[in-house]
């Protein structure tokens, strides 16, 4: 069974960091471009930052570049999202998704997502 399943999320104050890994199963993220989304309750789905699985180019949102920063691990079949100077308005829920070309995944046309994990910036 494939599987995506993120960590890392919690509660953090204004201008904090965390790291959230997306770790897959039975599936070789080498393979497939990986977004980073979130969704914020009342709000749309956003796509944050994406990685290009042919040549491991990458590409953010306006709204968070400079802040974020997405890699992979594919020896640990992992993909990571630092966050930093985060913002009340950051808060979300996070979840990565895959697809075969980068161009799916920032339409949102993604093969498989994970649930998620709860991001909250507050002091």
């Known amino acids: 069974q494939i599987q995506l399943v993120e960590s890392g999320g919690g509660l953090v104050q204004p201008g904090g960091s965390l790291r959230l890994s997306c770790l897959a199963s039975?599936?070789?993220?080498?393979?497939?471009?990986i977004g980073w989304f979130r969704q914020a309750p009342g709000k749309q789905r956003e796509g944050l930052s994406y990685?290009?699985?042919?040549?491991?180019?990458?590409d953010y949102a306006d709204s968070v570049r400079g802040r974020f920063t997405i890699s992979r691990d594919t020896s640990k079949n992992t993909v990571y999202l630092q966050m930093n100077n985060l913002k009340p308005e950051d808060t979300a829920v996070y979840y990565c998704?895959?697809?075969?070309?980068?161009?799916?995944?920032?339409?949102?046309?993604?093969?498989?997502r994970g649930p998620g994990t709860q991001v909250t910036v507050s002091s």
């Open positions: 039975n599936l070789n993220l080498y393979y497939w471009s």
């Open positions: 990685i290009n699985s042919h040549d491991d180019s990458t």
């Open positions: 998704a895959v697809a075969i070309r980068m161009d799916l995944v920032k339409k949102g046309l993604t093969d498989y």
